[in-house]
């Protein structure tokens, strides 16, 4: 019996190679998107420091000149934090366009296995068939060798 062989065996293994590259982008997506998320978050904080520094000016003697660097301070932290805030979301859309594009190397990449197993299905029942063939064209040609030596 012929051993099986799937025509398309080596763009399968393509495809998978592809998918686990997909999966190796992906995390190094969710890896910088939680660095950014990170980021956002110290920016934030910041923010809140310079905002309550700035609330406490309020309740002391405060000259202009600290007043003007606490303001210029909350109004640099907060564009620092909304800065980090766009690029997390951009880090988070990205992590959903690598995702969606492994599904569909998944998709793809399952194509071919179903492919394959139908395929391995099929010949397993051809090669049955041929088996089952050969085993009655042996049983015809006993028969009729025996039907010969008894009408000897």
């Known amino acids: 019996m012929k051993p099986f062989r799937f025509r398309l065996d080596r763009l399968r293994r393509l495809k998978e190679a592809e998918q686990q590259q997909r999966v190796l982008e992906l995390g190094e997506a969710r890896r910088l998107l939680e660095r950014r998320e990170t980021e956002l978050n110290q920016a934030v904080e910041r923010m809140e420091e310079a905002a309550i520094r700035y609330a406490e000016l309020g309740t002391g003697a405060s000259s202009a000149n600290d007043w003007q660097r606490a303001e210029a301070a909350l109004k640099r932290d907060k564009l620092l934090a909304l800065k980090a805030a766009d690029i997390a979301r ?11 594009r492994l ?41 009729t060798q025996l039907v010969e030596r008894a009408g000897r």
Do not use: G, T
């Not at 951009?90 to 995702?99: D, G, L, Y």
């Not at 071919?112 to 063939?133: I, N, T």
């Open 90 to 100: 951009k880090a988070a859309e990205n992590v959903e366009v690598v995702r969606e």
């Open 103 to 143: 599904v569909a190397k998944s998709r793809e990449v399952q194509v071919y296995v179903r492919l394959r197993r139908r395929k391995r299905e099929q010949y397993e029942l051809e090669m049955r068939r041929a088996e089952q063939k050969e085993n009655d064209a042996r049983a015809v040609e006993r028969h």
